[in-house]
């Protein structure tokens, strides 16, 4: 039995559904011996996916990049994702797919004739409360010191791991990574920071993941009017930025009010989050009324 999870949750492993508890992979399974693998995390609201395409496609360039061939069509992803929610009853969740390069005798280099391992579970996750929503979360920086390919969504995440861990000692929610003096990303989050009226985010390359809400927030920026550039973010101006602000899939759009023990901006949430967070919030309320 594992803690803190539904044990009699159906998963997806190789083709079978079975109980969480039972499902079982070689330690001879690269993502274990070698973190060779790559994920993603589709959320859904009402049971149904939320921009899964623009998921599905990550995952696919993931795996492309870095030489997984899975003997899987886009078709056949998409009847997993809905598949998988649909056996699982739940209302507001996230499909988690993972594949990794397979089972093999130890050796680094990519082994011949290997099958991939592939692995979905659905969870339950809680949206972000009014607290957070209204009240905001806090941030301290810390420097990034994570490899150089992070645009790829890899199940290697030690740097994450420690990021996030970083910000649990230090009693906030979340960490601002900077790498040479400029604003790269969160611990699992993409940050943005708004400065009169723009809103601001670290340019789509190799520092970061790129987000689905990367292109959703800049989307909805057309839609509210709102000014949206894409260049290197100095230390300097996120410090003393008007709003910090952080997406995820789990976290949605959610304002960093507190960075560095110091209130951001007046200290509560600021007029360019509300209005993304309105119109993303209609996004979700569309996807779930359809
Ligand atoms: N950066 C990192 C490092 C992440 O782990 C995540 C969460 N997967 C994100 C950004 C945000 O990506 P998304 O909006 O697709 O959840």
Redesign the pocket.
Known sequence: MIADVDNDAIVYLNGEYIRLADARISVLDRGFIFGDGIY??V?AYAGRPFRMA??LD?LERSLKSISINVDMERADWEALVTDMLHRSGLGDCMVYIQVTRGVAKRDHAFPKNVSPTVFCMVAPFDRPTATERDQGLSAVSLTDVRWLR?EI?SIS?LG?VLAKQAAVDAGVDEVVQFRDGYLT??????MWVARNGVLLAPPRDNL???????S?LEALCVQTDVPFEARAISREEVATADEIMM?????EVLPITQFDGKPVGDGQPGTVYRKLRAAYDQRIKDLEQA
């Open positions: 993603d995390v959320p623009e998921h990550r992070c969504k995440l994450n990303e969160g611990a699992s989050s993409n970061i993941l790129e987000g689905i809400r990367y959703l997406t995820s899939a789990t976290r």
